[in-house]
Every structure is written in structure tokens, then in C-alpha cells.
């Protein structure tokens, strides 16, 4: 058998008529910046979501940036993050000349270990990006609450997050919705992904609304009147008229993920030495990534490969160990949590088409390998 780690090409075929019809909309109209599949995109999203303002711009990576730009996440000041995160989630800070303070993870859950990131408050600190990694958010009620406590501002890294929710002062919100600003990545393989890159910025604040909206266009809000050094950053047409397709399913994505995930666990959770990660409490999940925790995980992983199974790492090195962030002043040993998980984890096929006879193959694999 041959199993991809990810696949658009089932999805493509399952609802060809759909996109072929959205894209070639786009381009029958020719309303390639910002166009009407932009603003309706934003309005839909905004709505799934239950937020009162989303933003289209050009990647996760990006509504990172612009959020670090617009909240002061820069110049000399401090933002507590994750080492265990993927690079963006970071390096947004960083190359605004502010300094990320890094936090270690929770062993179960893969999350920042808030806890500790409270104790690294400092005077210069003014913001915290929690990281929603996989399957869920981190605990978003521990980091509104250190938020009020020092008075920062929190910016969600949401790029995996599309449908997790958390419950926050009682009511349960969606991932990306309960910070200032929220910034989601829709790259191919994200829950809800699109067909190149693209991303989308979120906020219940008007005032950072028209912030957002500013610097996605140079920092106007009036053709060549610039308010701001901002950039170009702005969601593509096209992408957001795939997006439309897509965000029609994509609660019956979320529940296909979910079958799989709960389909791995049964078939795998006997195996000697072989860890998944648990949902907190305070969390309902999406599997945007099933992972698992393994000895001697770089053989299983040839093994897959070998037997035509896709897997990936997220992620190998975590950030303080990184060569760009040598300045930081690190060691190895400073985050043991990640450094240990770093070399366990592993990211088995998820995707909504994926079939059962096929989850079947990779977990007879997975138990053949460990007897
Ligand atoms: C946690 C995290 N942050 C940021 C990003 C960046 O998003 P993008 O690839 O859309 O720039 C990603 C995804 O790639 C991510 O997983």
C-alpha cells in the first residue's frame, strides 16, 4: 500500500465541480487583490469562528508578523513563547527586534507549560504567544489570567488550530478568538487549508481591526496615504474562493479526523512504551495532527517509509537549540520536556479521505515493528 503522509488530490476529486466552478470565477471576474472572494471568505470565517472581525492575509507566517508589529511584540521588548513550536511562531518576535523568552512544554498534552512561563515575567515583558499545537490549545483560561495579572497582550499562534476550542471565564470559545488577536495559517495540510498559502488574522477589537487592515496594504486605509510602515500581505483571491469550498465541510472534516484519531488509539494504545497525547480538561480537540511518542522513533519511521507509509516529524530541533537563535544564549538541557519529545515524536497520516482499511495498514505496522 501507498499512504501519503497528507493528500489534496481525494478532495480535489471528491468536490472537483465546486472548486473548478470557484476558481474560474475569480477569473472570469479578474478580481485577483482583495476581491469579492476575499470579503466573503472573511465574512464566513468570521462568523464560524463567533468573532467579530477576521482579516485575509498571505500566510500564518505573516499574521504573526503583522500581530507581533501591532502589539509591540518588538524593539527590545519581551514575549513569552514556546521552544517547541514550529519557526514562525518565534521568529515573528525576533526579526521585530523584540526577545522571546522561551517556556518549556506539558509531557501530556505537548502544550506550553504555562506555569513556568509565569515565572519568566519580567519587567520588560508586554506579551505571550501560545501556541495551539496539533490537537488542541493550550490552557487558554492560565493564559488570560497571566495575561491580567502583568498586563499583556496575547497573541494566538492559531495556525493549527481552525475548530479547537477552549473554555475560558466559563464559556467555551474557538481557538484563535480569545487573545487580541487571533492569526490562523491555512497551509495545504492545515485542517482548513487551501491550495497554496494564506492566512487569516482575527480580533474582537475594532480598533485592531482597522490596524490589521491597514498594514495588510502598505499601512493605508487610503490608496497612497500611509499611515504606517506596513506590508503587502494580503489573502488571494483564489485562495480565498478554494477556502469558501472548503469551509462548507469542514465541521465533517473535523468529525473524519476525529474517527481516525479515535481509530489509531484504540488499535495502538497497547503497545509497550508507545505514548499519545492526552486533551486537557479545559480543551475539546481536532485532530490536525495525530501524533504518537516512541522509542528508537527514527527506525519506526524508516520502517513506515520502507512499507509506503508517510509520516513526519514535527518537530525534530527544538527553537532554543536552533543556530539562528544561538544569540539567545541557550544550552542544551534548558528545556528538558522538549528536548525529550523532540526525539519521541511522530506524526501518523491524518486527513479526512484517509480510509480505515488503511489506518488498519499503518497500525499492523507500528504493532509488527515493536513485537
Ligand atoms: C504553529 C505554526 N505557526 C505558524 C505557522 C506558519 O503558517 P504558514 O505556513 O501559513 O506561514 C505554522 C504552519 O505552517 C504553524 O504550524
Not at 495551539?132 to 487558554?140: D, I, V
Request: hydrophobic share 40%; aromatic share 10%.
Amino acid at each position: 500500500m501507498n499512504i501519503p503522509f497528507y493528500t489534496s488530490t481525494r478532495e480535489y476529486h471528491n468536490h472537483k465541480d465546486e472548486f473548478d466552478a470557484a476558481v474560474q470565477g475569480v477569473m472570469e471576474r479578474g478580481d485577483f487583490i482583495l476581491g469579492n472572494e476575499v470579503t466573503e471568505f472573511e465574512k464566513e470565517a468570521a462568523a464560524w469562528l463567533g468573532v467579530k472581525y477576521a482579516v485575509g492575509v498571505a500566510s500564518g507566517s505573516d499574521a504573526l508578523v503583522l500581530g507581533s508589529d501591532i502589539l509591540g511584540f518588538k524593539d527590545g521588548a519581551e514575549v513569552l513563547t514556546p521552544t517547541f513550536t514550529f519557526f514562525a511562531s518565534t521568529s515573528c518576535v525576533a526579526r521585530l527586534g523584540g526577545k522571546p523568552v522561551l517556556v518549556d512544554m506539558d509531557e501530556e498534552t505537548l502544550e506550553m507549560d504555562v506555569a513556568q512561563a509565569a515565572g519568566k515575567v519580567s519587567e520588560k515583558t508586554v506579551g505571550i504567544i501560545p501556541v495551539h499545537l496539533f490537537l488542541q490549545p493550550t490552557p487558554m483560561q492560565e493564559v488570560m489570567d497571566l495575561g491580567r495579572t502583568y498586563n499583556l497582550k496575547v497573541l494566538e499562534d492559531a495556525a493549527e488550530a481552525w475548530g479547537m476550542e477552549s473554555r475560558v471565564d466559563g464559556a467555551w470559545r474557538k481557538a484563535g478568538t480569545i487573545g487580541d488577536i487571533g492569526g490562523f495559517s491555512f497551509f495545504p495540510t492545515k485542517t482548513l487549508g487551501s491550495y497554496g498559502d494564506a492566512g487569516l488574522m482575527v480580533t474582537n477589537d475594532e480598533e485592531l481591526y482597522r490596524k490589521i487592515r491597514s498594514y495588510r496594504v502598505h499601512g493605508s486605509s487610503v490608496k497612497y496615504h500611509h499611515d504606517y510602515i506596513g506590508y503587502n500581505s494580503r489573502l488571494d483571491s483564489l485562495q480565498a474562493a478554494v477556502l469558501r469550498v472548503k469551509l462548507k465541510t469542514t465541521q465533517e472534516a473535523i468529525i473524519a479526523r476525529a474517527r481516525h484519531a479515535k481509530h489509531y488509539t484504540e488499535r495502538l494504545s497497547g503497545i509497550f512504551g508507545l505514548r499519545i497525547p492526552s486533551i486537557g480538561e479545559e480543551n475539546r480537540g481536532v485532530y490536525y495532527v495525530y501524533n504518537i511518542l516512541v522509542p528508537r522513533r527514527d527506525e519506526l519511521a524508516a520502517r513506515l517509509k520502507e512499507k509506503g507509509i508517510g509520516t513526519s516529524i514535527y518537530y525534530p530541533i527544538p527553537l532554543h537549540l536552533q543556530k539562528c537563535f544561538a544569540y539567545l544564549g541557550y544550552r542544551e538541557g534548558d528545556f528538558p520536556v522538549a528536548e525529550r519529545v523532540c526525539k519521541q515524536i511522530l506524526a501518523l497520516p491524518i486527513f479526512p479521505e484517509l480510509r480505515d482499511d488503511e489506518v488498519d495498514y499503518v497500525c499492523d505496522e507500528i504493532i509488527r515493528f515493536y513485537k
